[in-house]
């Protein structure tokens, strides 16, 4: 059976469009959208001649303008953003709807769309984005009213799992979440992660990205490609740059980001000769960008384990190259990085002395080389988007088919104020 599907990602990340292409390969109808106001490191968002002719790809945008890190503002253009995704969807019928990192008020506001409209979706979830803003929270108010804040916004998106005819989770810790927040989880699919394998491959260290943007030949270099929020301490990237210096290690940082996080670095940075900052660039480019650097790096706060995972590590590993990350041992990633051959350590002063002995043990190239292989060796063995396709079309279709909807007797959510073991999403590619 042939579907009409609405892929909705709002931030528009490499392997979500990946699946889109797959499903269209596939005969499928698919519409895949993001939001164009919202800037990150994006997948391939056009459509090319090696497209099938039933995927169409389209920004969206709210009349509302975005400023992230306003609480109000960033509530009015979710909720404008909500109604520009309502009018679409009256336009055009679907069969499915996807949704995939869409925020959590924009996504409140779709529940009930969905619902009154009695239109079959799918929650795609990749953050807890109620512990998130929680947080946020929590560092603004005091104790009280914070803790009322998290409180009515777990509630919020336990209602959207719950409302979901199908929900397809990053991980096992999902579940967990869930199950705390008492949702029946007979409709809950978890399917990992990937990156897009045709998308992201092993390029050469030197190549017209490298030379276009300056990277020096000889230096050991680190490259950090990608998001840098509230979940991150960009300071620590110039601690570990200082660290391996002092063993006596030749090297470089360059960091492919935007925002408050990239905007700090730079000033901390105050014009540094081995480190250079530049804007996200074109997904076109991504390979070579990934390929000039020697190691990669990953960065994540102990407050943000509880609900982040560095999906760029996937990319990393799809490029073929060693990585580092600073994050918290029981994060996730954890275990791709050392299972790559890469080197994990927390994100402290002895987690950067750590990484850094290991950099100043491993600038060898070929060792790095082997290391690289092995990465994309893991990568191929992971991330192959038909058997992910085969596992995708199969939630789809039983959603399509007709499967029942949690029963109302089970729609009721407890929320439970222990989130020390919560689940662990992913941030920006």
């Given amino acids: 059976m042939v579907m009409r599907i609405n892929v909705h990602d709002y931030s528009g990340h490499p392997f979500q469009v990946d699946l889109s292409r797959e499903l269209a390969r596939r005969g499928h109808e698919v519409v895949h959208q993001f939001a164009t106001q919202y800037v990150t490191g994006r997948g391939r968002l056009a459509v090319?001649?090696?497209d099938p002719p039933t995927l169409r790809i389209e920004g969206l945008a709210a009349r509302r303008p975005l400023r992230k890190y306003e609480p109000w503002a960033r509530a009015h253009f979710e909720v404008s953003y909500a109604r520009a995704w309502r009018r679409h969807l009256r336009a055009e019928p679907y069969d499915l709807?996807?949704?995939?990192?869409?925020p959590l008020f924009a996504l409140a506001a779709m529940r009930r769309h969905f619902r009154r409209a009695g239109q079959p979706w799918v929650l795609w979830h990749q953050d807890v984005y109620s512990l998130g803003v929680a947080a946020e929270a929590h560092r603004r108010l005091p104790a009280p009213a914070s803790h009322l804040v998290e409180q009515r916004l777990q509630r919020i998106e336990a209602r959207q799992v719950r409302d979901a005819h199908a929900v397809v989770a990053i991980g096992t810790g999902f579940v967990d979440q869930y199950r705390r927040w008492d949702v029946d989880t007979r409709s809950v699919h978890v399917i990992p992660n990937w990156a897009p394998l045709t998308d992201i491959v092993p390029g050469p260290r030197d190549n017209a990205w490298s030379r276009e943007v300056g990277l020096p030949e000889a230096p050991l270099r680190l490259l950090y490609a990608g998001t840098l929020g509230r979940k991150h301490n960009p300071l620590l990237l110039l601690e570990l740059l200082d660290a391996v210096r002092r063993r006596n290690v030749d090297v470089v940082l360059t960091v492919v980001s935007e925002g408050v996080g990239a905007d700090d670095l730079r000033a901390a940075a105050g014009?540094?000769?081995?480190?250079?900052?530049?804007?996200?660039?074109?997904?076109?480019?991504l390979g070579d960008v990934l390929a000039s650097a020697d190691v990669m790096l990953a960065l994540l706060e102990p407050d943000a384990a509880r609900f982040s995972v560095p999906s760029k590590i996937l990319s990393y590993l799809a490029a073929g190259r060693p990585a580092v990350a600073l994050v918290p041992d029981a994060n996730p990633c954890a275990t791709d990085v050392r299972d790559s051959g890469g080197w994990v350590s927390p994100p402290t002063n002895w987690g950067v002395a750590s990484a850094a002995d290991w950099l100043r043990d491993h600038?060898?190239?070929?060792?790095?080389?082997?290391?690289?292989?092995?990465?994309?060796a893991l990568a191929e063995e992971r991330f192959g988007v038909d058997v992910i396709g085969d596992r995708f079309e199969a939630v789809f279709r039983s959603v399509v088919d007709g499967s029942p909807p949690v029963p109302a007797r089970q729609r009721r959510a407890v929320v439970t104020p222990d989130l020390r073991d919560v689940a662990a999403q992913p941030e920006s590619v």
């Fill in 48 to 50: 090319t001649v090696d």
């Fill in 97 to 102: 709807v996807v949704a995939c990192n869409v």
């Fill in 271 to 285: 014009g540094r000769s081995d480190v250079r900052i530049l804007p996200y660039q074109p997904a076109e480019r």
């Fill in 363 to 376: 600038s060898d190239p070929a060792q790095l080389a082997a290391l690289g292989r092995r990465a994309r």
